[in-house]
């Protein structure tokens, strides 16, 4: 399995406070992604990172911020959490920009809740 | 506007029988196509593939069928094992583009 872990696994906070997740690889890899998934829509990529400090907008990306100082970390910050940001938040790292080349590995997810 | 759609959210098989999950797609700028496996309380996994170039890929029990024309695919697993029961979603993406769009999921219930 590829090394990925994200932390925390669980959050439950208030509507209005700043979140950070965090997504950290052992892995090398250049491209590292962040989806979260809701019933109905499957994942969505928020963010993505094609080198430190090099990230860009997904799909849905609005009212989320990333940095990647680091090669092995992504952070994903909720700089005002809202209750429509409750979701499962998974991160994924990949070496090749072309899902062709190489699939995209998952990490386990945090679950993040606000109330 | 959902580009990948799965549009039966579960199913249910005996073991040993066959199942058929399927997946459709809006946009005709997809040119591959990846099926993932989701357990409860973990990430997906990288199932199968196949490109837009082939319209049969096959690795062991699970097959995977593209039709361009119907801009449909198919994930055939046989047999079915219990152990197959999981959400798997469908993805699709453009060529030299990491972006991913994933269907909403079909939970398998493989029934022993």
């Known amino acids: 399995d590829a090394g990925i872990t994200q932390s925390p696994r669980h959050k439950v906070t208030e509507t209005g406070t700043p979140v950070t997740l965090r997504c950290h690889q052992t892995?090398?890899?250049?491209?590292m992604y962040w989806y979260r998934q809701d019933p109905g829509h499957g994942l969505r990529l928020i963010h993505y990172s094609y080198g430190v400090k090099d990230t860009d907008k997904g799909e849905v990306s609005d009212g989320y911020s990333v940095s990647r100082s680091k090669t092995e970390d992504f952070l994903l910050t909720l700089e005002s959490a809202t209750s429509s940001q409750t979701s499962v938040y998974f991160c994924a790292i990949s070496e090749s920009r072309q899902v062709s080349n190489q699939p995209q590995h998952f990490g386990d997810g945090t679950r993040l809740s606000i109330l | 506007d959902q580009q990948v759609k799965q549009n039966s959210p579960s199913l249910s098989v005996q073991e040993g029988r066959i199942s058929i999950l399927n997946c459709d797609y809006t946009?005709?700028?997809?040119?591959?196509f990846l099926w993932y496996k989701k357990y409860p309380a973990e990430g997906p996994t990288f199932l199968i593939s196949?490109?837009?170039?082939?319209d049969k890929n096959e690795d062991g029990r699970f097959t995977v069928f593209l039709n361009k024309s119907a801009k449909h695919l198919s994930l055939h697993i046989v047999p079915s094992q219990p152990g197959d029961s999981a959400v798997y979603f469908c993805a699709a993406s453009v060529y030299n583009n990491n972006d991913m769009r994933f269907g909403a999921g079909t939970r398998l219930t493989v029934k022993p």
């Open positions: 892995e090398n890899h250049r491209y």
């Open positions: 196949i490109s837009s170039i082939k």
């Open positions: 946009n005709s700028m997809f040119d591959y």
